[in-house]
């Protein structure tokens, strides 16, 4: 298990060092002086922008700069964004927690739908309801985001009234922000009106976490028929089969166990997927999280924020995608000796 | 391994069961209530500011105006006659020249997060209030930009020789002049009174510049909270000298995007929304209303009155009546304009109901052209304005509307656009023959509409670019503007809507109106006839829902206050 930490940790951190080289060429791909975009001053006096200079040390050769970024965003310092003209850092930390809780609800709904009906499609292997659901998989993951998004607005904010169309809770209810992820704060609060609140951010939540999850839920889909399907072809399955185990014991005590363990190694890479597809679906819905920021950013040509946004965005899946491995290796000893990172 | 799962099964079972009567349950009366108690309001931009002296812009009056400040006296009522607010009474001396206000005794600041009041509103107040604008030494003055676009525009501080302090409650402003749209101009939004304790314990801080940005006023609502471009949140001001406004949040939504204000009309995420677009589509819908009022403001054709042919009044009078003004409000405002009769709106106190208007009559235009001495008709140009405004949306399609109209009766017509600054800078060297053009009100004294469109001076330096300028005319506008008797201002201004009618400078073509969509639960008049909307009388009616039988007796109370 060491070894695999040992190994996990240097990938991480040489992924790290590969993205701040992207994200530092950036500056210099970007139009304008790259100081400039650097730290996202446009306003800067001369004086400013000499003691700029300085600190990202622009004067010493291009490792120096480099290292020199490198220590800034070590710092959490992000440098400003051109349009706000407020630091990056304090926006990130305001809008990516709501960007988390809406990727985390989304995945937790494409998992609960996704893999159980992957599991019922496999175990009906070449049958009707297995045809059916292989098609409904097919048609949902073909159907665009944004027409999605817009036609569940459509149906169910302007038709039928039942759900809200933008934004994560009510205007009338007043959330002091503490960690940034909605249903938490709400419950730190004192507010008198905390189980309406809590209520009301469900209700805004459903929509656009529905709409994320549809394309991630039938990938889920298909990974666990597939992964179901090895199972039960197993020599394991067929000996429980032989001890005189009834249907229900062998799919609920042995198959479904073997066959999550597989999916599990997927959730990570799944999870990127989810986070771009949360960045469409935010600006339909109006949900004030990192991707509509980051869309915005583009529109205005924000070159600071679209580079810290990125690196920051880019990490966090990372991290996710490292922590997904490491509860596969705790679930699964066979990866834990795994010789090669994955 | 089985216990285990069983285990994980009854903790998992636990956990949904807890999860779903946390959303199901425990709550139905509280939810109602809440949403009872407050209005959110889709407002179309963020203001400038929250001092509504600063400021002629619209928004930032309907943001600030009449929820955080009062002012001194008030429009009231059908005719928009003058009334009480923070003053009681108020007494103008025969020449005219000095007026005096009773104040009340009785009006409390708001007290919020940033400012505690320790005495009641009184004369500092008024005088803190109006030095501000008048007064170049006075230590707000030149706080946020030094601009009162509206004073400015009035002329006040050329007109104010000097406010006095009598007692605590009595204020007189001695006046250069006598000036009857004086009293007019303190009853508009933009007159609001500041708290001047809130002002010294600024300047201790030296924070001056926060008097702008966190307001003390004496309103029905206070500032709770704003965040730029996304919501203003405002608390009742529960020691609101009259009754206390019915709804105790009212929070405005800054949501620029047309269709985003429409989307969250539908979807009951607003229950206000200002400025809706689909008119048929909300006037369908049994849960929501449109509602609208018509703006003081006139879209107009002007003659230049000084070329050929319109130097002939019966020239005018032809063209006049030549042109279909029901097809031009249908097609170019989309029928979301009121028929204009004369400059100024039906609405305003100063209407002659008796005044006579002209119909479209092509026959009629034909023989006076005839009598004028065109009987072949002749070629004329039409300058149409190149930029959208209220007054008229499209001037171009109306230009096109009215060549159309003209060539039936044998006159040619010629479009002319430029860019929106040379377009103004020609039309004041008088190149046109003919132009569409408009003027917005800044406040609702009729002379507001008379003098600036078609007085002498205002064709000398002004905006009359009809170039017409009568003595008659002018004489009933001083009379006006000398006279305090309502009756008799009346019927000054009748008579120079006759003068108009009859001589033609210009055809008043529409008053464009101004829309509003709520939900039917919202009850109470919000927009009003002038200046900004007030949410003061609003509130939300219990609607048919079984839930709604869960009234708890705090709110009752509230709601028969």
Not at chain 1, 42 to 47: L, T, W
Not at chain 1, 266 to 278: C, D, E, K, R, Y
Not at chain 2, 137 to 165: M, R
Not at chain 2, 484 to 500: E, P
């Amino acid at each position: 298990m060491l070894t695999f930490t040992l190994r996990r940790l240097s990938l991480f951190i040489f992924t790290m060092l590969v993205l701040t080289l992207l994200s530092f060429s950036l500056s210099f791909l970007f139009p304008g002086d790259t100081v400039i975009n650097h730290s996202g001053q446009i306003n800067a006096s001369a004086a400013e922008l000499a003691h700029l200079n300085q600190v990202y040390q622009m004067d010493k050769n291009i490792f120096n700069q480099y290292g020199a970024y490198l220590t800034h965003i070590l710092n959490g310092d992000f440098g400003q964004s051109m349009a706000s003209q407020s630091p990056i850092s304090n926006e990130i930390i305001k809008l990516l927690p709501a960007t988390i809780e809406l990727s985390l609800v989304a995945l937790l709904i494409a998992m609960s739908v996704g893999i159980p009906l992957g599991f019922i499609a496999a175990i009906k292997h070449n049958k009707t309801s297995d045809n059916v659901i292989l098609s409904l998989a097919m048609l949902g993951y073909s159907i665009p985001v944004f027409w999605l998004g817009l036609l569940a607005i459509l149906v169910f904010s302007i038709g039928l009234g039942w759900l809200p169309s933008a934004g994560q809770i009510s205007l009338l209810f007043e959330i002091e922000f503490v960690t940034g992820i909605q249903f938490f704060d709400i419950l730190l609060s004192d507010s008198p009106y905390k189980w309406q609140a809590f209520r009301d951010a469900s209700a805004h939540m459903i929509l656009p976490a529905c709409v994320i999850a549809l394309a991630p839920a039938t990938i889920f889909i298909r990974l666990s028929r597939a992964s179901m399907i090895d199972v039960l072809a197993a020599s394991y399955i067929r000996a429980a089969r032989a001890k005189g185990l009834n249907f229900q014991q062998i799919i609920f005590r042995h198959a479904i166990r073997n066959a999550l363990i597989q999916i599990i190694r997927h959730v990570g890479l799944q999870f990127a997927n989810l986070v771009t597809i949360a960045m469409v679906t935010e600006v339909i819905f109006s949900w004030p999280g990192i991707g509509r920021w980051l869309i915005d950013s583009i529109y205005q040509r924000d070159y600071t924020a679209i580079q810290s946004g990125l690196l920051v965005l880019s990490c966090f899946i990372f991290i996710v995608h490292i922590l997904t491995d490491f509860i596969y290796a705790a679930l699964n000893p066979l990866a834990r000796g795994n010789k090669h990172g994955s | 391994m089985a216990v285990l799962t069983m285990k994980f099964n009854a903790i998992f079972s636990l956990t949904i069961a807890a999860f779903v009567s946390l959303l199901m349950g425990c709550n139905e009366g509280n939810k109602l209530s809440l949403s009872e108690r407050s209005i959110i309001y889709c407002s179309e931009g963020s203001p400038e500011t929250f001092n509504p002296q600063l400021s002629t812009s619209g928004t930032t009056s309907d943001a600030t105006a009449k929820q955080l400040y009062n002012s001194l006296i008030i429009y009231k009522g059908k005719n928009n006659t003058l009334g009480p607010s923070l003053a009681k009474s108020w007494h103008v001396t025969r020449d005219g020249k000095k007026i005096t206000f009773y104040l009340r005794q009785d009006v409390s600041f708001h007290q919020t997060s940033y400012f505690s009041p320790t005495r009641l509103f009184n004369a500092d107040d008024v005088l803190f209030s109006f030095n501000r604008i008048l007064d170049q030494e006075h230590a707000f003055h030149h706080v946020s930009g030094n601009q009162y676009p509206f004073f400015q525009s009035v002329k006040f501080s050329e007109l104010v020789e000097k406010v006095e302090k009598i007692n605590d409650f009595t204020v007189r402003f001695i006046l250069k002049r006598n000036d009857s749209s004086f009293l007019a101009n303190l009853a508009t939004d933009y007159a609001v009174i500041l708290s001047e304790e809130y002002g010294q314990i600024l300047q201790e801080k030296s924070a001056e510049h926060e008097i702008d940005i966190f307001p003390i006023g004496t309103g029905p609502f206070k500032l709770k909270d704003y965040r730029v471009g996304s919501l203003i949140r405002f608390y009742r001001h529960e020691s609101y000298w009259q009754e206390q406004a019915k709804i105790e949040q009212l929070v405005y939504d800054i949501s620029p995007s047309k269709t985003s204000r429409l989307t969250k009309l539908l979807a009951k995420e607003c229950d206000v929304s200002s400025y809706p677009i689909a008119h048929a589509k909300i006037e369908e819908r049994s849960d929501l209303q449109l509602e609208s009022i018509t703006s003081l403001n006139v879209g107009y054709f002007g003659f230049n009155t000084k070329k050929e042919p319109f130097d002939n009044k019966l020239v005018r009078q032809a063209i006049s009546l030549a042109i279909n003004k029901q097809a031009l409000i249908e097609t170019v405002y989309r029928g979301q304009a009121a028929w204009a009769k004369s400059i100024l709106p039906e609405t305003s106190w100063a209407y002659d109901k008796n005044t006579p208007e002209l119909d479209y009559d092509p026959v009629r235009a034909k023989s006076l052209l005839e009598v004028a001495g065109y009987p072949q008709g002749f070629s004329m140009d039409i300058w149409a304005m190149p930029v959208q405004r209220p007054y008229n949306p499209n001037a171009v399609t109306m230009a096109k509307l009215i060549q159309a109209d003209l060539k039936k009766v044998g006159v040619t017509v010629k479009i002319v656009s430029y860019e929106w600054s040379t377009f103004l800078r020609r039309l004041s060297q008088g190149e046109h023959q003919s132009f569409l053009l408009g003027w917005t009100a800044d406040h609702p004294d009729p002379d507001n509409f008379f003098t600036p469109i078609l007085s002498c001076s205002a064709s000398e330096l002004g905006n009359n670019r009809t170039f017409w300028c009568n003595k008659e005319y002018d004489q009933l506008l001083q009379k006006a503007l000398k006279t305090t008797n309502m009756s008799k201002r009346k019927s000054y201004y009748a008579k120079a809507m006759a003068i108009i009618n009859e001589e033609m400078p210009l055809l008043p073509i529409a008053h464009s109106k101004r829309f509003q969509a709520r939900g039917i639960d919202v009850e109470g008049d919000i927009l009003s006839n002038f200046g900004g909307i007030s949410f003061y009388n609003a509130a939300k009616k219990a609607i048919n829902n079984e839930a709604n039988t869960i009234v708890q007796p705090e709110i009752a109370d509230k709601a028969s206050n």
